[in-house]
């Protein structure tokens, strides 16, 4: 697919996800991406209320700021490819 390349370069590394809160995060993240949107948008009033609960309790087991609001640190691979 990339043909014959110069360099392959992995790199593991982090990312945080920085709001104002974890129900800012929640908020942002029900109503504009896409998979949580439906995710939602799938389940009863219960089942909503039992998913926001969920998430909540994974954000604050994951949130390393102390202040209120939420950062969460997320580790992602990168990968450089440097053609020939």
Known sequence: MFGS???IKAEQCTFA?????PEHFLEIF???YGP???????LDETGRQG???DLLAL???M??????T???????????????
């Open 5 to 7: 390349a110069a360099s």
């Open 17 to 21: 996800f920085r709001y104002r809160s």
């Open 30 to 32: 029900r109503n504009y």
């Open 36 to 42: 949580m949107l439906k995710a939602f948008e799938a």
């Open 51 to 53: 998913l926001r609960n």
């Open 59 to 61: 954000i604050g087991r």
């Open 63 to 68: 949130n390393r700021a102390d202040d209120g």
């Open 70 to 84: 939420m950062v969460v640190p997320s580790e992602y691979l990168q990968i450089v490819m440097i053609k020939k």
